[in-house]
Structures are given as C-alpha cells and as structure tokens.
C-alpha cells in the first residue's frame, strides 16, 4: 500500500487542484486509464475547435460571392487538416504525461482506478496494475463519455462517437447524426461544410434544446435550410447492410407535439456513417462506488454539496462527473473552487451564476443566466429586448444574420443573455464580466463606450432602449 496526501483520478481539470496541493508541499498521485489531459484536450473542445476552425475558413472562401469575391476553393487536404489538428493534441498529452513523469511530487499510475474504501484505490491495467494506493484526500475528476441510446439493432451496427468522428480521415458521404445537442450541431457543420450530406434526428422540438427556446428556433431554422433535420424523432432501430447504415425514426412522445405534427409517420434514413451524439454517461460505473459512501444521483452522475465534497469523509469531485455544466471552464472553475475549499481558511460554495456556453457551430450560439422559458414556468416577472446584427454598420458590412436577447428583472438586473450570429462566444463575455465584477445591471453595458463601428454595438444596442414586459411577449408569440 502507497500513501499519499492527495490522489486525483482523472487527468483533466482535476490536476489543477493536485498542482495546488504540490505547491503546498504535499505528496500527490494521478491516476489516469486514458491519455493525459481528460476529454476536453484528447477528444473534445481542442480538436473539434480546431478542426471547426478550417470548417469557418472554408465556409467564409464559399460565400465570397456575397461581397463581390469570385473566389473557389480547389482543393481540400482534409486527411491532412485532421491529421496536423490530432498530432497537436497528441503532443500537448504526452508533454503532460512528460511533466508528471518527471515531476518529483507527482506520482502517476497509468490505469483505471477502483475504490477499494473511502479513500483506497486499487489500479488496474496500465503500467500501474495491482497497485494500491490511500490518501487523506481523494479528487473524483474522472468524467464521462459518450452515452450510446438503446437503439434495436445497436451493437451490430459499425458506429462512431464524438471521439472517433473527430478522426475520420475522409468526410463520409452521409452522415447520419442521432441526438440534437451541441456535438451533433458542431459535428454536422464540420462535416456537412467539408461535403458531407449530414441528416440529424433529435428528439427533441428544436436543436440545442438546452439554449434559450427562440435561440433553438432561429438555429434550427438556419440548419434546416442546409441539411436535412429530424426533430421530435427518436431512432428506434438501425441496420447495416454492405456498409449502408440504415436509421429507424418515430415521432418522439406525442405528449409535446403541436398538433400539426400529429400526423408524423415513421422515418428511415441510410447513410454510410453513423454518428451517436445523444449525451454523456457519468464514469461513475467504472470506480466501484459500492465499497464508498459517495452517492450518486438517479443519472449516475456524483452527488456533492454546494462545496464538492461528496458523501463520504476527505472524497471531492469536481467537474464533468459531477454533472453541473459538462463544459471544460466550468471543471476549471469548479477546480478553483477545490483548491480554495481544500487548502484556504473557510469554505465558500461555487458560484454558478454566470456561467456561460458556446456552440461553435455556423452560426455560432452563445449564452448565460436564466432563459426566457425558466422565467415563465417559475412565473417570474421579466423583461426582454432583443437586437439583430443586421442593424448595426459592422453586422450590416458582414451581411450577418442573427440577434442578442437580452432577460432583465423590472430594476434592471440581468437575468441572462442569449446570442446566435457571428463571434457569439466573444460577445458573450463582456455580459459575464457585467454579471461577475459589475453591478450586474443593464447600466453595466449601456453607459461602456463601445468602439464604434466594432461587433460589441450589437451587445450595446440590445442592452439599450425600450424592453418589453415578460407578460405582454405572451400576445406576440
């Protein structure tokens, strides 16, 4: 048996809290079944930013003919493109592991990790095979993957997920997307841009069910018009034939649909790639939580309080697996938040309340705070406005499509901002930093100089003017 001060598992945003405790002099251990750096860096946002970059380049060169440009595009080394964008992650993962490797405090155990106790773990696989390992404080940073729907016919079906999509050396000439989420959305313009005919079945009624329910509409909208788009439908079954996949689709719990839908008739669709993008899983399963006292919720997803410690004595979690926001600044955040709890002189709970998301996809969406569809259901009195790029000098030169909608309590308070158009996730920010270090009120944004004829007018302009009272939307929609 190893003992050690600290022992994280999970090599992502969970080494932030471990190099804490190295700077305080503690004895650390890492334990990893994977490469190092966790989801975002070997098979989320860095790659698939990267690879959504080229797929923005090449989308801008198609459109040229908008500003008077006659330019085309005759060549595309797309094996190369991906090639180049998966070296980059795989040296960025191995300079990690290089570091800890070499680290004299950090010790790492290449292997998947299983609770033995509370605060034991046993390794196993990996060059750490068989080690047993205690500490006084465990970090659960463990993640989670792709969650696979139980689809008839699944597992005889040749599928990818996220993760290898973002490795196909060629755009399929087909590709089918199952769910409806951001990775579907990023996903289907990444390879729809590069050539593919992308179909996307989600079961929900727009796509990005999880953004502001306008910003879903306007989005689905935009997507509908450039692939072919399924909402309201579930795969019940897919089928592989001579390396056609063929997709089974049904309008999804009739409970919700509108009327007109009613007479939705089941679907089929064949295509030569499948690509599951329907959630994630929690990694929770593969850690023996049954010999621990921490507790998971109904989703498997660990349960902690409003500091991250979980149910059981000296066990924290932080990140993906807990299941707050599965994005890659939040577990930095929530790491921040370890390491003050851990090692400063009283505790302070997360604050949650402006963290914002971004979909990289064409357009780009962005967000943060409340959506006007939680406002409703929790009766709560609002105002809203809304501004469309078109009508600022810089949207109107971009011949941008799109608006920022802004949700105020009646003194003013932001309650959330919701973006779809060009740098949405830039735009974003300067509403985070209001809500963060400002006042958090409209005044925030309204009385800052904005650089004139710059993007940011658009942020201004929606923040500015006249809103209207949640109530009264009720007659427009």
């Known amino acids: 048996m190893q003992e050690f001060d600290f022992l994280v598992i999970g090599s992502g945003s969970g080494l932030d809290v471990a190099n804490a405790a190295v700077n305080r002099g503690q004895s650390v251990a890492v334990v990893e079944k994977g490469p190092l750096g966790g989801t975002c860096l070997n098979r989320g946002c860095i790659p698939s930013k990267m690879l959504l970059y080229h797929a923005d380049v090449l989308e801008t060169i198609e459109r040229a003919d908008e500003f008077g440009i006659d330019a085309e595009v005759t060549n595309v080394s797309f094996a190369d493109i991906v090639h180049e964008v998966n070296g980059e992650v795989e040296e960025d993962s191995a300079s990690i592991q290089q570091g800890l490797r070499s680290s004299p405090r950090h010790e790492l155990f290449e292997g998947e990790g299983r609770f033995v106790d509370d605060r034991t773990i046993e390794i196993s696989g990996g060059e750490g095979d068989g080690a047993r390992l205690r500490a006084e404080t465990v970090l659960v940073a463990a993640g989670t993957r792709p969650s696979i729907p139980p689809i008839n016919g699944i597992e005889n079906v040749d599928y990818v997920t996220s ?35 992308v179909t996307i079945i989600g079961r929900r009624p727009t796509l990005l069910p999880d953004s502001d329910e306008e910003i879903g509409e306007a989005f689905t909208d935009r997507y509908v018009d450039r692939y072919e788009v ?44 499948l690509l599951i993008a329907a959630g994630r899983t929690p990694n929770t399963d593969t850690l023996n939580l049954d010999a621990t006292g921490v507790e998971t919720d109904a989703r498997g997803f660990v349960e902690t309080d409003e500091y991250l410690r979980t149910t059981a004595d000296g066990v924290w979690a932080l990140g993906d697996i807990v299941g707050e926001y599965l994005l890659k600044h939040n577990a930095n955040h929530e790491a921040q938040a370890v390491a003050r709890n851990l090692f400063g ?29 939680e406002l409703r259901t929790a009766d709560r009195q609002y105002a809203t406005r809304t501004y469309r790029y078109e009508d600022i000098a810089r949207g109107s030169a971009m011949k941008a499509e799109g608006f920022v909608k802004v949700l105020i309590d009646l003194d003013g308070t932001i309650l959330g901002c919701h973006i779809i158009g060009p ?3 830039d735009l974003i920010q300067e509403v985070v930093v209001a809500m963060t270090a400002g006042s958090g009120t409209v005044q925030d944004v309204r009385e800052s100089v904005h650089i004139h004829p710059a993007l940011s007018e658009v942020v201004q302009r929606a923040f500015s003017g006249q809103f209207t009272r949640g109530e009264d939307e009720h007659s427009h929609h």
Do not use: C, K
């Open 423 to 425: 740098q949405a996730s």
């Open 230 to 273: 399924a909402t309201g439908y579930e795969a019940t079954a897919v089928s592989e034939s001579g390396g056609t996949v063929t997709v089974e689709a049904r309008p999804f719990p009739p409970a919700w649909q509108d009327q007109e839908n009613e007479n939705l008739e089941e679907i089929s669709v064949s295509g030569d790639e």
């Open 345 to 373: 002189d009283e505790l302070q709970p997360v604050d949650y309340s402006a963290m914002p998301f971004a979909v990289f996809a064409s357009p780009e969406v962005a967000g943060v705070g409340a959506r006007e569809g």
């Open 163 to 197: 993760t290898e999509a973002l490795q196909l050396s060629e755009p399929p000439e087909h590709m089918i997307i199952v769910g409806g989420g951001y990775i579907a959305a990023e996903l289907g313009y990444f390879f729809g841009t590069f050539g593919s005919d």
